[in-house]
């Protein structure tokens, strides 16, 4: 993947170009979480692409060469109870909103996957499908996906009926399963129809 909107960017003027995504939004359970970098220009980032692509050993790998290539980075996290109460999308440009905060050296503009922030001062440019489009939405993708994939492995240890360490909250067979079996956990988010697919032939 080449950095042909961060160079379009830079043409204009810009010098501190941070890609901002996130994962989380079809989980039934566990954060919303959103990563922002800004990468160093010219860093040699072989196989970063969009975070589903990849395996998550891959993942793991290219998420150590990231945060060494990054000149800043941060994370955004916004819990289960937040996105209830606010709905995913909302909950969505506030992890980003935290994600760009986080930051330790401020950019100057931003590169968003599919999402804008009216909250967040700064010009953006929104991508749709930026994670398969542009390299620091994609490096974000990776970095807030690992984080989050750790998240969900530690809470595993605390509510082990659901599985987290293989499904990550999101709606397997065996995590609706769990659902209809033992209820609902602190962790899942009551606006989402939690129980409803299984009741309706996921059996």
């Avoid at 220009?41 to 993942?59: I, M």
């Avoid at 994370?75 to 994600?99: C, L, Y």
Wanted: net charge positive; glycine share 8%.
């Amino acid at each position: 993947m080449r950095w042909i909107h961060e160079n379009a960017l830079a043409k204009d003027g810009h010098r501190f170009i941070a890609g901002l995504d996130e994962v989380g939004r079809g989980s039934l359970a566990g954060p919303v979480v959103a990563a922002a970098v800004i990468l160093e220009r010219g860093s040699r980032l072989s196989g970063v692409r969009d975070s589903k692509l990849l395996s998550e050993n891959v993942r793991r790998r290219l998420f150590g060469q990231i945060v060494l290539s990054a000149k800043a980075y941060g994370f955004g996290i916004v819990d289960a109870d937040r996105v209830d109460r606010v709905n995913v999308f909302q909950a969505t440009r506030e992890a980003m909103g935290q994600a760009v905060a986080q930051l330790s050296q401020p950019p100057d503009v931003l590169l968003i996957d599919a999402v804008s922030l009216p909250a967040v001062n700064l010009p953006q440019r929104c991508l749709i499908h930026g994670d398969r489009r542009c390299l620091s939405i994609a490096a974000a993708s990776i970095l807030a996906k690992v984080y989050r994939d750790e998240m969900m492995k530690d809470f595993d240890s605390l509510f082990p009926a659901y599985r987290f360490r293989t499904n990550k909250g999101y709606p397997t067979l065996e995590h609706r399963r769990a659902i209809f079996a033992v209820g609902l956990s602190p962790l899942h988010r009551r606006t989402f129809s939690v129980q409803r697919p299984l009741l309706d032939g996921g059996a």
